[in-house]
């Protein structure tokens, strides 16, 4: 597993191999870079990361059609899990430290995204 922060150990290389193509739109200057890969099935996904605002786009597209778009704010990291599937991860951060969101995705065979929310600790009353 390898870690991409993206304000301080930013690896657009990693990405390139990740996505296993060149990104759609860079923008060095504004910390921005966005790739795009589509699926045997015609499904698309759009990942856009801004290193400086420290966040991420995701569109998902079915045969062109915009299916569901998910923005997320303040990413410290990325977890890339295996390149060969293009399976990677990132938390979003919460005030309260018991709850965890984790997105995972996975781009080959088939792109996947999986979101959750999950308490670390059982909440007592």
Same mark, same amino acid.
């Given at each position: 597993m390898e870690t991409i922060k993206l304000q301080s150990d930013w690896d657009s290389? /990693?990405?390139?191999?990740? +996505?296993? *193509? %060149?990104? !759609?739109? @860079?923008? /060095? !200057?504004?910390?921005y870079w966005c790739y795009e890969v589509t699926d045997t099935s015609d *499904?698309?996904?759009? +990942?856009? @990361?801004? *290193?400086? /605002? %420290?966040?991420?786009?995701? %569109?998902?597209?079915? /045969?062109? %059609?915009s299916k569901a778009i998910l923005s997320f704010e303040l990413i410290e990291s990325i977890e890339i899990i295996d390149y060969h599937q293009g399976k990677f991860s990132f938390i979003v951060p919460r005030d309260n430290q018991a709850i965890k969101t984790v997105i995972n995705i996975e781009l080959r065979p088939k792109i996947q995204v999986h979101c959750s929310t999950l308490s670390l600790s059982p909440q007592k009353n």
């Amino acid at each position: 597993m390898e870690t991409i922060k993206l304000q301080s150990d930013w690896d657009s290389l /990693a990405l390139i191999e990740l +996505f296993c *193509t %060149e990104p !759609q739109t @860079v923008r /060095a !200057q504004d910390g921005y870079w966005c790739y795009e890969v589509t699926d045997t099935s015609d *499904t698309s996904l759009k +990942f856009g @990361v801004n *290193t400086i /605002a %420290e966040s991420i786009q995701i %569109e998902l597209k079915l /045969a062109g %059609e915009s299916k569901a778009i998910l923005s997320f704010e303040l990413i410290e990291s990325i977890e890339i899990i295996d390149y060969h599937q293009g399976k990677f991860s990132f938390i979003v951060p919460r005030d309260n430290q018991a709850i965890k969101t984790v997105i995972n995705i996975e781009l080959r065979p088939k792109i996947q995204v999986h979101c959750s929310t999950l308490s670390l600790s059982p909440q007592k009353n």
